[in-house]
């Protein structure tokens, strides 16, 4: 007898404080000795006051199958869950989610990221959207 499976399916964006955009310094397909670590590239937003208040994160939200649920600003549904997802924009476009999730007639999962129209990589710039999705599956 098969068990249903209960997955918790969760998108944040890091990038305002992960590191410096650095061409190709950090690119894995050049093996480990060019990991931004090994390379020395600093920080993004370094010296901002509060830096991890920068990652957007607005929590995991519940779905069904085939019922599209978009990553919002308010979108949590874990009691307890401390999100991070900036009240007001510094500059440029708001942007009030991340992308959205929904899964297909068989049941695999789509994430789709939120429609991007602006672009840069300026000090407290925050990319509100997903450009590519990183997954860690866990059993």
Known sequence: MCKPLRELWHVANKKAVWYEFNELQGNSLFGDDNSYANLGVPWRNSKAPNRRELII???????????????????????????????SIISGKE???????????????????????????????QQRLILGIKMRLKR
């Not at 929590?59 to 900036?86: A, C, D, E, S, W």
């Not at 992308?99 to 840069?120: H, P």
């Open 57 to 87: 994160d607005p929590g995991p939200p519940r779905f069904q199958v085939r019922m599209p649920v978009q990553f919002l600003i308010k979108t949590v549904h874990l009691i307890g869950y401390n999100t991070t997802f900036p009240e």
């Open 95 to 125: 942007v009030t989610h991340l992308g959205e999730i929904i899964t297909d007639d068989k049941g695999r999962l789509i994430v789709l990221g939120a429609t991007i129209t602006y672009s840069a990589l300026n000090e407290l710039w």
